[in-house]
């Protein structure tokens, strides 16, 4: 097996090389990084279900969607995650408890009281500190998993704190859980470094000759040219989300207004608005204005602000387009 840990805290590159190294390369690879803050969601979720949008936008926060399954989690610093990117025979591919047992086996030998859960994440006293998905391709296996050990949980707690059954759809929704740091748990305070350090070494006690590589100039070309033509992309990242409509009512004393949307492929296909202290022209104005245009925060904000009605009530009118 060979093992690689990222030179970069970008997100994008990161992930961009998971799929390089799982669809691109035939070899076994242990990928170990760790991203600045960031919001990496599953596959097959709505990307705007999970994340309060203002939010992300007032922080700087990106949204990257990952290959993987399962549901969305926040990256910081103090998050370290690792792939199992390996080829595998027979008919059952995936074996989570298989890649997570050298993770298992190093935090109870660290002194971490770990448990494993019925979704296959890792708990500590009731507290989730790990999530894992998998994804097949061909007879390639990638794992992901992640490492909360000392990540800013208010950050993460903001970012999602959304309310999803305001979408109807088919995506997968994450199931949310207490979450706790790893190194509050600790006797003795290490480093997250370190940790990686001790990660890397059981992964090398439990593969006989593994060796640490790094990416040369050809394969870093063809991860920057993955990066920008898709993990950079608003198409992958939001527009590949499935299809879903939404609807959201804005209440102030005895004012109402409500909003429904339907949304495919990232765009606008049907929107109805209704409101007791708008006239009805004023609203077919706003739906003719947003037809057809993309989904998406700053674009509605700046359709919202050019739009003929008191500034007054336009940021509470704004707030009813998403899931703050």
Partial sequence: MNIIQ???FNPYFNLATEEYLFKKKIENYFFIFRNRPSVIIGKHQNAYAEVNYAEIIQSNIPVVRRLSGGGTVFHDLGNINFSFIVNREGENLVDFKKHMQPIYEL???IGINVKIGERNDLFIEGKKISGNAEHI????????????????LEQLKKILNTNPDLYRGRAIQSVRSEVGNIANYLENTIHVDRLIQLIIEKIKVKN??????KLNFENE?????LENTKYRTWEWNFAYSPDFEFTKTIKSNNN???CFLKIEKGYFTKIHLTSNFIAEDKLKQLEEALKNTKYEYTLQQRIVNEWRIA????????KAFFNN
């Fill in 311 to 318: 500034n007054k009530i336009k940021t509470d009118i704004f």
């Fill in 221 to 225: 070309k063809e991860i920057r040219s």
């Fill in 137 to 152: 391709f061909k007879n390639r296996v990638l794992h992901h998993g992640t490492l909360l050990f000392s990540a800013d």
């Fill in 107 to 109: 935090l109870l030998e």
């Fill in 256 to 258: 109402f207004f409500t």
């Fill in 6 to 8: 990222s030179k970069t």
């Fill in 208 to 213: 006989a000759g593994c060796r640490i590589i």
